[in-house]
């Protein structure tokens, strides 16, 4: 896992670019719109993605994770530019550090945390794992749709 120092500069430039994406045609943020101590309206793909991976985690954390990877693979999909290319080794890593970035977002603006608590519950050792499951789990599904050509 990148150093603190990073994922923050990471995490800023993924709001940015977030941000520049939805400047235009935006409607006022509601009350839960926004991640309380950054002050910034998320987007609206962002906001179904949350809300799809909070009606997830009531079954698993696991069923949570892989809301947010397919979620996260049709985002990146439709905005590309949110890849932070210039701090990875490759697009996969981008997409993980997107993926990193997603989920402490997710959980300040799911149960009010601050930036530093919902770092430390995502480097926490059995997030770590559950994640890396989920992930598993997610490349499975996608080799199994390539083995059936969809």
Do not use: C, V
């Not at 985690?57 to 530019?81: F, K, S, Y």
């Not at 080794?89 to 989920?103: G, I, K």
């Not at 997030?127 to 969809?150: N, P």
Request: aromatic letters at 6%; charged letters at 30%; hydrophobic letters at 40%.
């Amino acid at each position: 896992m990148a150093s603190l120092n990073k994922q923050q500069k990471r995490a800023k430039r993924a709001k940015a670019k977030a941000r520049q994406i939805n400047i235009h045609g935006r409607k006022p943020a509601a009350l839960d719109d926004d991640l309380g101590e950054i002050g910034e309206p998320i987007p609206e793909y962002t906001l179904a993605m949350f809300s799809k991976m909070r009606d997830a985690e009531a079954i698993g954390r696991n069923d949570m994770l892989l809301t947010l990877l397919t979620d996260l693979a049709g985002i990146i999909n439709d905005h590309p530019e949110l890849l932070d290319m210039e701090n990875a080794d490759n697009e996969a890593m981008a997409a993980t550090h997107l993926a990193a970035d997603m989920l402490i977002d997710y959980r300040m603006w799911a149960d009010g945390m601050d930036r530093d608590t919902a770092q430390a519950w995502l480097t926490d050792p059995q997030f770590i794992s559950d994640f890396g499951d989920a992930l598993d789990s997610y490349r499975q599904t996608l080799d199994a749709q390539e083995a059936k050509g969809e």
